[in-house]
């Protein structure tokens, strides 16, 4: 695979001499957070700033995930990133990818991955915590945004796997909410209908727990474009509830 560059940052890697995997595998910056170790090997996330824009780098090496696909292993940003040009090609809000390569390099198999910030929206995860203090009108919008995605996403034939607050981002703006995804390593096609469907959406729900049932509803009610006290809402919300159950009795 030959490397990419986001046609509307080329210009800006190359004034700062970072249009490469050479010359972004060795730029020092502080890591965000502890680096993964496992795989065989390790990968880090960066925070990169750039003109005033915000950019996370992504370095790993050796750190591979063994699929159909690649049965013989493959750095997981590649997964990653051809995640992230499928949701993109599928119309899917999600993060957005500004260069991805990998090389070999004595023996060691490396990977880059570098995407924009999200630096003016805040993810559902910080919004649970604030759920008290906001107003109905903010807590609606949110809830319709993340149904709106989910719904989006599932339309799409894709099942996110990881449909979690901490990777659900959101703003509001004039005329409502808007939601995206990060962490799209995990995804694949919805093969199983309604029971891919709910498995992706009741872990959001399970770490969720401020939600009250009508705030469910409004959620449900937003992804299955029904009213909220409709009979196929009362049906979902009651498939999740059991599903939440198990999952929290195991």
């Given at each position: 695979m030959s490397d990419f560059v986001a046609s509307?940052?080329?210009?800006?890697?190359?004034?700062?001499?970072l249009n490469g995997f050479e010359?972004?595998?060795?730029?020092?910056?502080?890591?965000?957070?502890?680096?993964?170790?496992?795989?065989?090997?390790?990968?880090?996330?960066?925070?990169?700033?750039?003109?005033?824009?915000?950019?996370?780098?992504?370095r790993q090496s050796d750190y591979l995930t063994h699929t159909l696909h690649s049965p013989f292993g493959e750095p997981t940003f590649a997964r990653e990133f051809r995640n992230i040009s499928r949701y993109q090609k599928l119309h899917i809000p999600?993060?957005?990818?500004?260069?991805?390569?990998?090389?070999?390099?004595?023996?060691?198999?490396?990977?880059?991955?570098?995407?924009?910030?999200?630096?003016?929206?805040?993810?559902?995860?910080?919004?649970?915590g604030q759920w008290p203090q906001l107003?109905?009108?903010?807590?609606?919008?949110?809830?319709?945004?993340?149904?709106?995605?989910?719904?989006?996403?599932?339309?799409?034939?894709?099942?996110h796997g990881c449909f979690y607050p901490k990777h659900i981002f959101l703003r509001e703006r004039g005329d409502g909410w808007q939601a995206q995804l990060i962490d799209l390593e995990k995804t694949r096609p919805l093969l199983f209908g309604q029971r891919d469907r709910l498995k992706d959406l009741e872990p959001l729900l399970r770490r969720a727990p401020v939600w009250a049932e009508a705030d469910v509803r409004v959620l449900l009610g937003s992804y299955l474009e029904q009213p909220t006290d409709s009979p196929l809402v009362q049906t979902w919300l009651q498939r999740l509830v059991r599903r939440r159950r198990h999952k929290?009795?195991?």
């Open positions: 509307a940052e080329t210009a800006l890697l190359e004034r700062h001499g010359p972004l595998w060795a730029l020092q910056l502080d890591a965000v957070d502890e680096p993964n170790t496992g795989r065989g090997g390790w990968s880090s996330v960066y925070r990169l700033e750039l003109e005033g824009k915000g950019y996370y780098l992504k999600a993060l957005q990818a500004v260069y991805f390569g990998e090389r070999k390099i004595d023996g060691q198999r490396r990977a880059i991955l570098m995407t924009r910030a999200l630096d003016d929206w805040s993810d559902l995860d910080l919004l649970l107003d109905i009108g903010q807590r609606q919008g949110i809830l319709r945004a993340c149904g709106v995605l989910a719904r989006t996403v599932h339309a799409a034939g894709q099942v929290e009795a195991r």
